[in-house]
């Protein structure tokens, strides 16, 4: 599905500039944020088919974000992937109950994010593959 528009919200460039890469690479329109404001900022210009969410963001986090995307109408069927680095007993269920479609540890997994983005943008919904 080349040219589908991702936004990666990721506060960690190392992990901004590899999902990056890998999704450009297949052709997706991908549009980045540093935090919670410049993704709301960039939200309110761009329509993304998928959103791939850090749950550690410095200031509002992630969780509270995904609330708030999907507050708004607009945004309420978005899928949102939760990345985290630091996965806890229970974050992928805080994660859901947020308003997260799936769930995907750190470090990514280069062969299997792009596939998993995909399914999703097919409108598959397949369950993100657990911590190794």
Excluded: H, W
């Excluded at 985290?84 to 995907?104: L, N, P, S, W």
Aim: hydrophobic share 45%; charged share 25%; aromatic share 6%.
């Amino acid at each position: 599905m080349a040219g589908e528009p991702i936004l990666v919200v990721d506060d960690n460039p190392a992990n901004v500039r590899l999902v990056q890469f890998l999704l450009t690479k297949r052709g997706y329109d991908v549009r980045v944020a540093m935090d919670a404001s410049a993704a709301l900022e960039v939200l309110g210009n761009f329509t993304p088919k998928l959103v791939l969410m850090d749950l550690q963001l410095p200031g509002m986090d992630g969780l509270e974000l995904t609330r708030k995307i999907k507050a708004e109408a607009r945004f309420a069927d978005l899928p949102i992937i939760a990345v985290t680095a630091f996965a806890m007993k229970g974050d992928e269920q805080r994660a859901r109950e947020a308003g997260c479609d799936g769930y995907v540890t750190k470090p990514i997994d280069t062969r299997t994010l792009p596939k998993l983005i995909a399914d999703y943008l097919a409108g598959d919904r397949p369950k993100a593959p657990e911590a190794p």
